[in-house]
């Protein structure tokens, strides 16, 4: 079986949570229409990765002004609960087209927001969401830790998919509680552009012989509103030059990685490398030694079939 799939490395109308909807339908329709089964977008995409921003915090106070900029993040975040979800779930179907979408999310029942990576289906739409487990260095303050239920995984008419976000994968048991499910499309949304991160990409088809989806964002300085400038007067024009790639389950680059631009990246996917890249090396098969070996994962949910 082979998978067209498409990487979206672009940028959000930041802090606007209807127009980087639209957004995502107008590149949805585009790329459906090439053929894409799977469109994967950055971290936090909706309503955008605030890059630069202190929210006003350091350590034994907080500002006003931060917690102003909190709330008009949170009120652009996605409730799961709303029709933005529902927007989603029909913009997949009427494309009949796989979604992986980063979010931050908010939920009804409480004032915190999580970074999320939603699944949706064309034919069941919203599978389940990843939500990061944790949140790295000062992503603390905006972004709540998730628990072992958000470790999922889903097994689909394109394939095994699963991911994680950003510096989650380079924590070296939630990548095998990725594994452990037989993943075969990895999926790992991020706002990490370092040329390093290509190394860690590879290293993850490698070491869990899958297919690697690294998406990231292209974002500059000037495209943050007005409003925003002068939070980010430190920061360099290009903030996030991107690094989007995709990698085979034997390590080598497929597309990418893309720098200095927008883009999408498109590759087919031929599944069959997933079963031959193993004659070597089988991470939870023949190289993993479960007589010495064992992990257990709090909460992780089974596997979900479509």
């Not at 998919?161 to 990548?175: D, K, S, T």
């Not at 980010?232 to 989007?244: A, Q, R």
Request: aromatic share 10%; with cysteine; glycine share 8%.
């Amino acid at each position: 079986m082979k998978v067209k799939v498409g990487l979206v490395q672009d940028s959000p109308v930041f802090f606007d949570k209807e127009k980087t909807i639209q957004k995502v339908e107008e590149i949805t329709q585009k790329y459906a229409k090439e053929g894409c089964e799977l469109l994967v977008f950055p971290e936090s995409f909706i309503p955008g990765y605030p890059r630069g921003f202190s929210f006003g915090a350091t350590i034994g106070s907080r500002t006003n002004e931060g917690r102003v900029l909190y709330s008009e993040y949170f009120i652009n975040s996605i409730d799961l609960a709303s029709k933005d979800l529902q927007r989603l779930e029909k913009l997949s179907k009427s494309q009949n087209i796989y979604l992986v979408i980063g979010i931050t999310e908010k939920q009804s029942v409480n004032g915190s927001l999580y970074c999320s990576m939603l699944y949706i289906s064309p034919t069941q739409g919203l599978l389940g969401v990843h939500r990061k487990i944790k949140p790295t260095g000062t992503e603390r303050i905006i972004w709540a830790e998730a628990s072992g239920e958000s470790l999922v995984t889903f097994n689909t008419k394109i394939g095994k998919l699963g991911g994680l976000i950003c510096w989650e994968n380079y924590m070296p048991l939630a990548r095998m509680a990725m594994y452990q499910k037989g993943v075969e499309i990895y999926i790992a949304p991020t706002a990490d552009s370092r040329e390093e991160w290509t190394s860690t990409m590879k290293h993850i088809a490698l070491e869990g012989r899958c297919f690697v989806l690294g998406c990231n964002q292209y974002y500059t300085k000037s495209m943050y509103p007005k409003e925003y400038q002068h939070l980010v007067t430190d920061e360099p024009e290009n903030m996030c030059p991107g690094g989007s790639i995709i990698v085979s389950p034997l390590g080598k680059v497929i597309a990418g990685p893309l720098y200095g631009k927008s883009g999408v990246l498109i590759a087919e996917l031929d599944m069959d490398e997933i079963n031959r890249s193993k004659l070597d090396f089988d991470v939870i098969g023949h190289y993993a030694r479960n007589d010495i070996f064992k992990l257990d994962i709090e909460n992780q949910p089974e596997i979900k079939k479509e």
